[in-house]
């Protein structure tokens, strides 16, 4: 603003002061939000044309065998023929495999794949790996075991947190060979974070720095001549940092490596709402052995404010409760957008067939009757928070 400069009683000068602080921070976000996308650019670029190089190598294999099998002038007996087929389909599976994976990177790079966060038992997940994987590893003559307890319990998306876990358990198996030993562990003191050791070969220190990069996409050969496309550990990275965690890896060359797929630790939040003090000592001294925080209230109202404010993981609810109950409650929080996913287990005295039926229509989870025991009711929500 104008400010006058007094002298003798006189304005002499007038002062005009402008905060150009706004601006200057506006021209600098500019800058860096250019410098971003042209670096983004650039990587892109880089990218595609890896990938254009790694998609014609396996395009051009299963051509020139399928042009070798139509030669007319060329004489196969049919363990050659067989050969080159299982050739051409080893191409071709592994062009599908880098498509799939290049699917899977494009739409988390654009958000269109969302996380789909629940409770899962660890120690089955790392189980499914050493079955799915078991037979590679055999072949090898490479031992997996799986050391991650059982009811280990973690926060993530069941379908991608597994493919992390296979694709680190088949890239250790690539560079192991016989007797060597694959483990699947939760470090110490890391509860929510799941490793993956092997004794292999190791990983070359010049490597370590590419092997979660896009930009220089590298498929080294495994011990037994393996191949890969590349993309699966910066997928597997893309994939730990979309759940808000990390992928990282310690190596020592000639003596194997260690993966680790960090995730947030989480506590599963369970509400209750129920009316009775009673009932409520009664659920809270059932709840405590599962590792759980749990917020109880006595009102539907209360509820549905709280299903607002700490969003929990699971929702116990009787009912009968004075002026909004319980059929309002489910109705209420399973139309909303940010709460339908939420399960509600209904844990009631009323046992009749048409309140089960009415319950379970408006999109209750499951349904408890009262009175139950211990064992039945921790069942029920283990299967909602594992």
Known sequence: APMPLIYQ???????????????????????????????????????????????????????????????????????????????????GEKMNQMIEELLSISRLRTGKMQIMFSFIDAHMLGQKAILNLNKPATQKGIKLINEIPEKTRIYADRTLFYEVIQNLVSNAI???????????????????????????????????????????????????????????????????????????????????????????????????????????AVI???????????????????????????RPHLVILDISMPEVNGFEFIEKIKSEKDSADIPVIVFTAHESVETKEKILKLGADDYVAKPTSPEEFTQRIRKHIS
């Open 9 to 91: 009683g006189k304005p002499a000068v007038q002062l005009v002061i402008h905060d150009i602080t706004q601006s200057k921070r506006a021209e600098r976000e500019l800058k860096e939000a250019k410098e971003k996308a042209e670096e983004a650019t650039r990587l892109k670029d880089k990218f595609v044309s890896l990938v254009s190089h790694d998609l014609r190598q396996p395009l051009s294999s299963i051509i020139g065998f399928l042009k070798l099998m139509d030669d007319q002038s060329v004489t196969l007996d049919p363990k050659e023929r067989t050969k080159i087929l299982g050739a051409a389909i080893d191409s």
């Open 174 to 280: 690539k560079f192991s060979s016989k007797d060597d030993t694959i483990s699947i562990h939760i470090p110490d003191g890391e509860p929510s974070t799941i490793a993956v050791s092997d004794t292999g070969v190791g990983i070359e220190k010049q490597r370590m720095d590419m092997i979660f990069s896009y930009e220089k996409i590298t498929s080294t050969l495994g011990t037994g001549g393996e191949t890969g496309t590349g993309l699966g550990m910066p997928l597997s990275r893309d994939i730990m940092e979309a759940h808000g965690g990390a992928l990282t890896v310690e190596s020592d060359e000639k003596n194997g490596s260690i993966f680790y797929a960090r995730l947030p630790f989480t506590r599963p939040i369970i509400l209750v709402v129920e009316g009775s003090h009673c009932a409520n």
């Open 284 to 310: 809270h001294e059932m709840l405590k052995a599962l590792g759980v925080e749990i917020i109880i209230v006595e009102n539907a109202e209360d509820g549905i404010d709280m299903v607002g404010k700490k």
